[in-house]
T-cell receptor, first 114, second 114 residues
Framework: AQSVTQLDSQVPVFEEAPVELRCNYSSSVSVYLFWYVQYPNQGLQLLLKYLSGSTLVKGINGFEAEFNKSQTSFHLRKPSVHISDTAEYFCAVIQNTGGFKTIFGAGTRLFVKA | DGGITQSPKYLFRKEGQNVTLSCEQNLNHDAMYWYRQDPGQGLRLIYYSQIVNDFQKGDIAEGYSVSREKKESFPLTVTSAQKNPTAFYLC?????????????FGPGTRLTVL
């Protein structure tokens, strides 16, 4: 069975500092990987996704993520955060065997301080 | 503008009552989903539908029911059999492009049982 582990439940960081949100997954087959962001009391929206090809994926709002197959990781990074990046971030996985169910991690709350 | 709407935004229910949460999309998507979100647990799949008049149980379907009579609508009923219904409910949709397809989320309904 596949699973997604987000290693940090909360990440406080100062404005303009870099940030990394960690995500590890377990799966016996190849996967597709996603990062979604959720602002307070709203639905989720896609930040970026990895399907194939280059392991470095760039998304919206200056975020990027790197797929590391050997470490089964898909960490999200931003070189300089803004107050407006304060939100909850979800890593998600779909396994590449014809199934289509998305498995979400528990989320990481990013709190950007002035 | 295309998107997904959920109503109401907040819903209060007395114990023993059934309530229905609305989800409508005008994205012409074939697939629709219902998730439940609890603090620290990420999103869990309740039901999903890939086509009109067809739907399948997700991981936590007990105490819930759905219908899919129209492509654009996928209402969720929380029945009195659901033991702990207080949660944030999210509806999503995607085109029927298989597992690589991005899910688009509605703004959510927060249900509180009094």
């Amino acid at each position: 069975a596949q699973s997604v582990t987000q290693l940090d439940s909360q990440v406080p960081v100062f404005e303009e500092a870099p940030v990394e949100l960690r995500c590890n997954y377990s799966s016996s087959v190849s996967v597709y990987l996603f990062w979604y962001v959720q602002y307070p009391n709203q639905g989720l929206q896609l930040l970026l996704k990895y399907l194939s090809g280059s392991t470095l994926v760039k998304g919206i709002n200056g975020f990027e993520a790197e797929f590391n197959k050997s470490q089964t990781s898909f960490h999200l990074r931003k070189p300089s955060v803004h107050i407006s990046d304060t939100a909850e971030y979800f890593c998600a996985v779909i396994q590449n065997t014809g199934g289509f169910k998305t498995i979400f991690g528990a989320g990481t709350r990013l709190f950007v301080k002035a | 503008d295309g998107g997904i709407t959920q109503s109401p935004k907040y819903l209060f229910r007395k114990e023993g009552q059934n309530v229905t949460l609305s989800c409508e999309q005008n994205l012409n998507h074939d697939a629709m989903y219902w998730y439940r979100q609890d603090p620290g647990q990420g999103l869990r799949l309740i039901y999903y539908s890939q086509i009109v008049n067809d739907f399948q149980k997700g991981d936590i379907a007990e105490g819930y029911s759905v219908s899919r009579e129209k492509k654009e609508s996928f209402p969720l009923t929380v029945t009195s059999a659901q033991k702990n219904p207080t949660a944030f409910y999210l509806c999503a949709s995607s085109g029927l492009a298989g597992e690589t397809d991005t899910q688009y989320f509605g703004p959510g309904t927060r249900l509180t049982v009094l």
